[in-house]
């Protein structure tokens, strides 16, 4: 894998996204402040913790795993950008980070922007450490959810099957896992099931970096780890069986 | 003329089957520098898939594959060669300069040289005026121009063209042919395939005829001349017949004796096509 050539590719896909800044900010600002405006409104100030872990878990998931699923199966099967820019030159790697790295970078601003919004608007009381250990869980799971949708989009030969199951996949994740709700409120059976999801310890890690507390953290990080080191032997076997069966 | 010294693609006994199916059989091939080779055969001829074992997207199932000395994935990696992939569509976002940018930065051209590669492969293509604009805003053809335009830029050693003019007007065809015809002027070897007979007759230094195995190699000229007839046209009787060569001169006598008005046409490399592979134009 080349650096310098993920750089690139993350350099020039954000140039290409230059058209859509209106959606940016509507993402980064209106969103976030629009959601925490109704909940200063509905005044269920217990409610914010879960809220800020749902959306910080939901924007850190559903954008990278929809996004990369989608355009990297659109680049490969579709327009072909896929193999003209491997044909050029790019590894397979080099082009699933760099546009993991684009992703991330402009995903990020809508975490950060929440997560202060939230001190402004809701008096949360977080300080600079939870901040930054909540941001650096986000971009793994940001990692990890981009490195799922490539492992899809590598997987599915069909373009549209990719299309249609990246938008079914997350909404049984988030609404099965304590996402936006703590787990104690799950069904016993759903608790069982929700352990296999990896939205529950994207979850964990964000709760645990939120409170500080170190044991949900690794609890999340591990099973983050376990996803993604699945994601990636996935995404390698469908580049070989490619390589092989065209 | 196999020549070692310049050579730049060497394709040796390869073999690819998909399912089962073979797809590429025993082919063999070789591309020297400063030669463009164009790659003719019917839809489903294995044209595409020996194209992307030689840019190193395809595992061969065997054979070997020499680019400069490296394997494919070497080459690719060293950044010598350039590819306009079948179908492909460029990034529509993208200005034009920043979509031959973008594939040049891949090929690991020095940051320095970029900027004067770039704007000299957009005058080359005739696309000088649309530098910055949006390749979304411009023509069909015109997007073929701008992904021609990457893969001539700083000159790569090997330039792979996956039919490269299909579905476009006949001057942005020209201006095409112009840009491969002055890469290979400056050294690149390039490897074309095309539906169009006469691009490939305009173009070619070399023809490969395949249907999954090589079924004949020469220069369109001496592909033209495996063919022992000529065709006479003329305003007497059958109004285009096809004779030998060695009954040409006594056809032609007759014809002139009978003072009729005539012409005589050499076969053309279309005829040397349907010749081997039937008007069907699928692969059998």
Redesign the interface.
């Known amino acids: 894998m ?1 650096l ?2 993920a750089y ?2 993350a350099k ?2 954000m ?5 859509w800044i209106y959606a940016s900010i509507g993402l980064t600002l209106v969103f976030p402040a629009l959601w925490l405006t109704l909940l200063r409104i509905i005044g269920n100030p217990q409610y914010m913790n879960y809220f800020i872990v749902g959306t910080v878990v939901n924007t850190s998931f559903l954008i990278p795993f929809i996004g990369t699923s989608q355009d990297l199966a659109y680049f490969r099967r579709v ?3 896929y ?9 397979h790697w080099d082009i699933v980070l760099g546009y993991i790295a684009q992703l991330i970078t402009l995903n990020l601003s809508s975490i950060v922007s929440l997560l202060i919004l939230s001190i402004l608007m809701m008096n949360a009381s977080y300080d600079i450490v939870q901040v930054l250990a909540t941001i650096a869980m986000a971009v793994f799971i940001s990692l990890s959810s981009a490195l799922l949708g490539y492992a899809l989009a590598m997987g599915i030969r069909n373009y549209r099957i990719v299309n249609q199951a990246s938008q079914v996949i997350p909404w049984p994740l988030l609404l099965l896992a304590p996402v936006y709700y703590p787990i104690a409120v799950l069904p016993p059976v759903l608790r069982y099931i929700s352990l296999a999801l990896p939205t529950t310890y994207m979850a964990l890690a964000i709760n645990g970096s939120l409170s500080l507390s170190a044991a949900e953290l690794l609890r999340g990080l591990v099973g983050l780890l376990v996803y993604s080191s699945a994601s990636i032997l996935i995404a390698r076997y469908a580049i070989i069986r ?5 | 003329m196999l020549n070692s010294n310049n050579m730049i693609v060497r394709v040796k006994e390869l073999w690819k089957s ?2 089962g199916v073979p797809v590429n059989e025993e082919v063999n091939i070789y591309v020297n520098e400063g030669e463009i080779v164009s790659i003719l055969g019917p839809n489903g001829a294995g044209k595409t ?1 020996l194209l ?1 074992q030689i ?5 061969p199932d065997k054979g070997e594959i020499i680019i400069l000395g490296m394997n494919p994935s070497k080459a ?2 060293k ?1 010598v ?11 529509s ?2 200005k034009v300069a ?1 979509h031959v ?3 040049v ?4 051209v020095p940051k320095g040289m970029v900027r004067h590669c770039v704007e000299d492969a957009i005058n080359t293509v005739g696309l000088g005026d649309y530098g910055n604009k949006l390749i979304d805003e411009l023509s069909g053809g015109m997007k073929r121009l701008v ?1 021609v335009a ?1 893969a001539i830029a700083c000159r790569p050693r090997l330039i ?1 063209l996956d039919e490269p003019t299909v579905g476009i007007d006949a001057q942005n065809r020209r201006s095409i042919w112009d840009a491969v015809k002055s890469a290979r002027d400056n050294g690149s070897a390039i490897i074309l395939t095309t539906h169009y007979i006469h691009e490939a007759e305009e173009l070619s230094d070399r023809v490969y005829l395949m249907n999954r195995r090589i079924l004949m190699e020469g220069s369109p000229s001496e592909l033209r001349r495996r063919l022992s007839w000529v065709e006479v046209r003329s305003d007497y009787g059958d109004k285009s017949i096809r004779v030998d060569w060695d009954e040409a001169i006594s056809v032609i006598n007759e014809l002139v004796k009978r003072r009729v008005r005539f012409e005589v046409k050499e076969p053309s490399l279309e005829d040397v096509f349907i010749e081997v592979f039937g008007d069907g134009h699928e692969a059998r």
């Open positions: 080349k310098g050539n690139t590719i020039y896909i140039l290409s996204s230059r058209h327009s072909a950008v193999t003209l820019m491997f044909s050029n030159g790019a590894g490619g390589e092989v069966n065209g | 998909f399912n898939t992307r840019y190193g997207e395809l595992k690719k990696d950044g060669m350039s590819v306009v992939p079948q179908e492909t569509m460029p990034f976002l993208l920043e940018e973008l594939l930065r891949l090929r690991g992904l990457s792979i």
